[in-house]
């Protein structure tokens, strides 16, 4: 369990926290001469030999496995992907390298349970779900709501730059913390709050598309954020 979390982790560092949009942007355009495709691979790599803590000579299967695939997977998402199958192939390609990480876990490990390095293990689990809440969220939910673009009166947007993403982070932030310490009753609070704040202008008819827009990724925002902490609870059982 404790080597999957660590594969897990540097898949994560490396697929989402550390990955500009930019270099997303350059793959897609360039595909296999994009050189932020080998970047990417390199910083995979890299996290990857940091959780192992270098022990290339125990991992070195592991390690060439998952960073080969990893590139041969990456490809054939921007090979194969189109406009209307993005979101599509963006959960194919983390599906395929799930599998991928717990196959080279089980060169190692049978994955039966046990109590050694509980301590570990729990921390690893909490900052791999607080990744999950932060980052990976906000892109399942821009790519889910992409589909969708209202149009906002720009001479009247006087919001702070990235505001929204920042409030969407908090609020999954808080949702998963409620969730996890049994606080059910604050999230009700806290899309009652975010309701008086963020619905309160836009009651006229024309703004109906921008309102059901904000909806449904606030929706999205809470009920994965839910979900998570409720998979959290689910999974500390078993470390």
């Known amino acids: 369990m404790l080597l999957l979390l660590k594969f897990l982790l540097a898949h994560i560092l490396g697929d989402f926290v550390f990955q500009p949009e930019k270099w997303v942007e350059n793959k897609e355009k360039k595909k296999v001469k994009s050189v932020n495709l080998y970047y990417h691979i390199a910083l995979h790599a890299l996290f990857l030999a940091l959780v192992i ?6 991992y070195w299967l592991a390690f060439l496995l998952i960073i080969a695939s990893h590139y041969g997977i990456d490809l054939l998402k921007l090979y194969l992907q189109k406009k209307k199958t993005k979101r599509i192939w963006f959960f194919i390609d983390q599906v395929l ?31 791999i779900f607080l990744l999950l809440v932060i980052f990976v969220s906000a892109i399942i939910i821009k790519i889910i709501i992409t589909q969708w673009n209202p149009e906002s009166k720009k001479e009247n947007d006087d919001s702070l730059a990235k505001a ?53 990724g606030t929706l999205l925002s809470f009920g994965i954020a839910i979900f998570l902490g409720v998979l959290y609870l689910y999974t500390l059982k078993f470390i």
């Not at 803590?53 to 125990?58: D, S």
């Not at 190692?108 to 509980?118: D, K, M, P, R």
Request: hydrophobic content about 50%; overall charge positive; glycine content about 4%.
């Open 164 to 216: 929204g993403r920042y409030i969407g982070i908090l609020e999954r932030l808080f949702v998963f913390t409620f969730v996890i310490t049994n606080h059910w009753e604050a999230i009700g609070f806290l899309l009652a709050a975010k309701s008086v704040f963020r619905f309160g202008d836009l009651r006229s008819s024309k703004d109906r598309k921008l309102t059901e827009y904000i909806l449904i």
């Open 97 to 127: 390298h799930l599998i991928v990480l717990a196959f080279a876990t089980s060169f190692y490990v049978n994955f039966s349970l046990s109590t050694e390095n509980l301590i570990t293990d729990q921390l690893l689990l909490l900052i």
């Open 53 to 58: 803590q270098f022990n290339l000579k125990e």
